[in-house]
């Protein structure tokens, strides 16, 4: 069941130095290319990047949260066209969370890296810099970066008793399930 999935996952920042095979690579592509968007009108782009230099070079994208990519064997930016749909972030969003969980169904750990609204330095912004990294051509802007690869940490699914329940109302805001619904 998909919720047994769900409770396993969780975000994966150290990895085995060993490669993801190039069968998992294009299931992960697979998977993002069937991610639902607004209308239908995908507006991302997916660079995939496995080069260590590259790599190296991403995991600088921010002063936080970025530098576990040194150590992944595979990095999705997952970029997209704002021209093409308003709600782009949406539907990039919802593409890189699908490469994290077909990640994990893979047997591959992995960790979302934000990079929209976030500064590489005072002088520009992460998405700036990741642009120039991947060369993204004028118009293209990465959302997220999805560090991929063989966990070299394990982690335990979060349990039942820690999830807020009570952020959660029926019918009305703040109206908790009647006993027995
Ligand atoms: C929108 C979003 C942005 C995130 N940005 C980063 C990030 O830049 N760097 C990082 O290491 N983790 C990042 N994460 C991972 C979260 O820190 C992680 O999901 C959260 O701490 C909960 O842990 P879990 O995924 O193991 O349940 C991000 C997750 C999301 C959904």
Request: glycine share 8%.
């Amino acid at each position: 069941m998909f919720i047994e999935l769900l409770r396993e996952r969780r975000s994966i920042r150290k990895f085995e130095d060993r490669p993801v095979e190039r069968e998992k690579l294009d299931l992960l592509i697979e998977a993002a290319l069937r991610a639902p968007s607004s209308m239908g009108r995908a507006p991302w782009r997916f660079v995939v990047v496995t080069e260590r230099e590259t790599i190296d070079k991403l995991a600088t994208a921010k002063p936080h949260g970025a530098a576990f990519l040194k150590g992944a064997p595979l990095v999705i930016a997952v970029c997209a066209d704002p021209r093409e749909a308003d709600v782009w972030v949406e539907d990039a969003s919802i593409a890189a969370l699908i490469l994290h969980l077909e990640a994990h169904d893979l047997g591959l750990g992995s960790c979302w890296v934000q990079t929209r609204l976030r500064d590489h330095d005072e002088q520009q912004t992460a998405a700036e810099y990741v642009a120039g990294v991947l060369e993204l051509p004028a118009g293209l802007t990465v959302e997220a970066m999805v560090g991929i690869g063989y966990a070299a940490e394990s982690k335990p699914g979060h349990p039942e008793s820690s999830l807020p329940y009570g952020k959660v109302s029926y019918q009305r805001h703040g109206t908790q399930r009647d006993v027995g619904a």
